[in-house]
């Protein structure tokens, strides 16, 4: 069975403390990864999608990696207004996308 | 913004009612796919549409059904609303009708509370 799992569940970060978010995957035939970011009551915003191991993408303060096993999302020098929930999914053959439970993160000022 | 729209925003029905939550797919996207997303967990599958026909589906019962229009709008419609039932509805679009591997992009979504 396909199976996505985030770590940490919750991450409280200071205004400039760097940190990765990991996202451990299983899934057979792997055709995406991709990272959402998620505000409270709101629908998850498109970040990255990474295709094979040793892809990465940046966006700003956000670098998204991918292994065989899993992908790290970093955060360099975070703010406050990177606090959000992120969301991360594997996409594989025909089955339809599996998310896990995201990681909450909060920097403060 | 994604360019999917859904209503309506919030509504509260009561068990037993049927609901119709509505979505509106990017300019240019055919593909519809339908979440459910409880208080702390990630979204889960509950079908997706390509050119008016089911073509995937998750673990849901059928009292959760749906319907894409030729503009590739969509509709998602629970009968017999369960008090579980209480979630955010999301609706996503994408190119193509490969369920996976094709970026999907998610409209805010429809936050149902059942009592």
């Known amino acids: 069975e396909d199976q996505v799992t985030q770590s940490p569940e919750a991450l409280r970060l200071q205004e400039g403390e760097s940190s990765s978010l990991n996202c451990s995957y299983t899934?057979?035939?792997?055709?995406?990864l991709f990272w959402y970011r998620q505000d409270p009551g709101k629908g998850p915003e498109f970040l990255f999608t990474?295709?094979?191991a040793g892809e990465e993408k940046e966006k700003e303060r956000l670098k998204a990696t991918l292994t065989k096993k899993e992908s790290f999302l970093h955060i360099t020098a975070p703010k406050p207004e990177d606090s959000a929930t992120y969301l991360c999914?594997?996409?594989?053959?025909?089955?339809?996308?599996?998310f896990g439970k995201g990681t909450r993160l909060s920097v403060i000022a | 913004e994604t360019g999917v729209t859904q209503s309506p925003t919030h509504l509260i029905k009561t068990r037993g009612q049927q609901v119709t939550l509505r979505c509106s797919s990017q300019?240019?996207?055919?593909?519809v796919s339908w979440y459910q997303q409880a208080l702390g967990q990630g979204p889960q599958f509950i079908f997706q549409?390509?050119?008016?026909?089911?073509?995937g589906r998750g673990n849901f019962p059928p009292r959760f059904s749906g319907l894409q229009f030729p503009n590739y709008s969509s509709e998602l419609n629970v009968n017999a609303l369960e008090l579980d039932d209480s979630a955010l509805y999301l609706c996503?679009?994408?190119?193509?009708?490969?369920?996976?591997?094709?970026?999907?992009?998610f409209g805010e979504g429809s936050w149902l509370t059942v009592v």
């Open positions: 996503a679009s994408s190119l193509a009708g490969q369920i996976s591997g094709n970026t999907i992009y």
């Open positions: 899934v057979s035939g792997l055709r995406g």
């Open positions: 990474l295709y094979s």
């Open positions: 999914a594997a996409g594989s053959g025909n089955t339809p996308l599996v």
């Open positions: 300019s240019g996207h055919n593909t």
């Open positions: 549409y390509y050119r008016e026909e089911e073509n």
